[in-house]
């Protein structure tokens, strides 16, 4: 007999401005997002650094389930079409991203979190936002979009543990990166049902967003 998990589940976005979300399964969850890099000068060692003291400060009350997003593949880091290059993801940017990856993915295992599963950048935007083929400007303000219509709360200012203040433009980045965790968190909650480890009755977060799912995405 499966046995569901009992706990939190958490969705996180790792990058410099990394977006976390957590809660119970059928509660709205909890949406934040925190700094790691003071700017693009700063030796990646310190983001590596502040992303172990982040998420080990966080695992001493481990959730049941997390779901981290896998990093670009390094087949698409640049992007060509018609020959020639329309998006390139810098080799710093990609370090940045893979290392934290791995020291999310790591601290949960060794924590001993019952379910850590990578998330495909594809797969989670296509469970939240019904398609996979989004331009990630586009996808990511269609996740603060559908956060809004689900009534889950963004982070509105500058976290306590952040290293700077925003300006405006760093200030909606985290808004972004925040729901774009909760669509991580969304997917991984459907892969449990999905996988007998979760059930459906009791999950009004879901049975509120399926209808999403199913409808044109808005524009």
């Not at 989670?124 to 586009?138: I, P």
């Not at 700077?164 to 980045?173: E, L, M, N, V």
């Amino acid at each position: 007999m499966t046995r569901f998990i009992d706990g939190e589940v958490w969705g996180i976005d790792p990058a410099t401005c990394t977006g976390f979300a957590g809660g119970l399964p059928g509660e709205p969850p909890r949406l934040e997002c925190v700094l790691f890099r003071k700017d693009d000068e700063e030796p990646i060692d310190e983001v590596f650094g502040r992303g172990i003291g982040w998420i080990a400060t966080k695992l001493l009350h481990p959730p049941a389930a997390v779901f981290v997003e896998a990093p670009i593949p390094p087949t698409q880091l640049v992007k060509v079409e018609a020959g020639e290059i329309k998006g390139v993801t810098s080799f710093d940017v990609g370090s940045a991203l893979m290392g934290l990856f791995a020291i999310f993915i790591g601290a949960a295992k060794r924590k001993g979190v019952p379910i850590v599963e990578r998330a495909s950048i594809r797969a989670w935007r296509s469970a939240f936002l019904n398609d996979s083929d989004l331009k990630g400007d586009v996808a990511k303000a269609r996740c603060v979009k559908y956060c809004g219509l689900l009534g889950w709360e963004l982070p509105q200012v500058w976290p306590k543990d952040a290293i700077r203040w925003p300006d405006q433009a760093i200030a909606y980045r985290f808004k972004q990166n925040a729901a774009e965790a909760a669509g991580i968190r969304a997917w991984g909650i459907k892969w449990l049902i999905a996988q007998g480890l979760l059930h459906p009755r009791g999950m009004p977060e879901l049975h509120r967003t399926d209808p999403l799912f199913q409808r044109t995405s808005p524009q």
